[in-house]
Structures are given as C-alpha cells and as structure tokens.
C-alpha cells in the first residue's frame, strides 16, 4: 500500500520545476520585451480613415475613368458601371450605378476633391479637429 508523505515536497519534483522555470524564463523574459515594444500603429478613427483610402484605391485601380466634383468622387467601370464615393449629411457613402448607400465611414466632418494636375488628385476627410488624412491619388489612363 502506497503512503502519502505529509511532511513536505519530495526532490523530483522540485528539480522537475526547477528545470522547467529554467528553461521557460529566457522565453518569457523575451515575450515580454516584445510585448512591451509594440505601439499601436494608428488609432480607431486613424483605421478607419486608411480603410476610406483602401477602398478608393481598389475602386481608381479597377475603373477606366474618373469624374471629380467637390464632395464626391465618380469612377467609371469597364463595363460601363459606376461607383460613387459621395459626402451624404455626415456620412461618406458608396453607391453603385446611382444604387444603394453602403455606409464608408460615419460622422464626417469633411470629405473634399481636390484636382491637382490633370492625371492627379487629393482627397481629404475630416472627422474632428485633429483628425484629417490627406491623400494623393494618381488617375488610371487607358488607352
């Protein structure tokens, strides 16, 4: 019959801790720099406005042409499709073939063309005081 020993904790186990701690520590102490040195690379509406650019960039790459007004940004398609990027009350929505309102971003203070050249364009949003993003865009020429 096996007997249990109250009196303390026998060798092998504390060696198989110890062994174990040992060999974890270096990790987790090298786990923990990194962590630690990770910054957030942009704030919530930050995001959101690189996203606004990601989808004008996929839409100017796809279409054939562009059309610039003021608070909005027409592209035309292939196929003869459009999509509109527009300033709707405080929204910036996306609407195809004059169809649809699927929501981009909310509570825009600010959402403006600005022709540069002739094959460039800047658009700037503004969410607040301090939250504007600018960007460059380049026009897609099809011969």
């Given at each position: 019959?096996?007997?249990?020993?109250?009196?303390?904790?026998?060798?092998?186990?504390?060696?198989?801790?110890?062994?174990?701690?040992?060999?974890?520590?270096?990790?987790?102490?090298?786990?923990?720099?990194?962590?630690?040195?990770i910054?957030?690379?942009?704030?919530?509406?930050?995001?959101?406005?690189?996203?606004?650019?990601?989808?004008?960039?996929?839409?100017?790459?796809?279409?054939?042409?562009?059309?610039?007004?003021?608070?909005?940004?027409?592209?035309?398609?292939?196929?003869?499709?459009?999509?509109?990027y527009?300033?709707?009350?405080?929204?910036?929505?996306?609407?195809?073939?004059?169809?649809?309102?699927?929501?981009?971003?909310?509570?825009?203070?600010?959402?403006?063309?600005?022709?540069?050249?002739?094959?460039?364009?800047?658009?700037?949003?503004?969410?607040?005081e301090?939250?504007?993003?600018?960007?460059?865009?380049?026009?897609?020429?099809?011969?």
């Open positions: 019959m096996y007997l249990l020993n109250n009196k303390g904790i026998t060798l092998l186990p504390l060696l198989i801790s110890i062994s174990f701690l040992t060999v974890i520590t270096p990790f987790l102490v090298q786990m923990l720099k990194f962590v630690l040195s910054e957030p690379l942009y704030v919530s509406t930050d995001s959101e406005l690189r996203h606004v650019h990601f989808h004008i960039q996929s839409e100017l790459n796809k279409s054939i042409d562009q059309q610039l007004e003021t608070n909005s940004i027409t592209f035309i398609n292939h196929d003869g499709s459009t999509v509109k527009e300033l709707y009350h405080n929204l910036v929505r996306r609407r195809v073939n004059d169809t649809g309102h699927e929501i981009i971003i909310r509570d825009v203070k600010e959402f403006k063309m600005t022709p540069l050249t002739e094959e460039a364009f800047i658009i700037t949003i503004s969410k607040g301090r939250q504007t993003f600018e960007k460059i865009y380049f026009k897609q020429v099809f011969y």
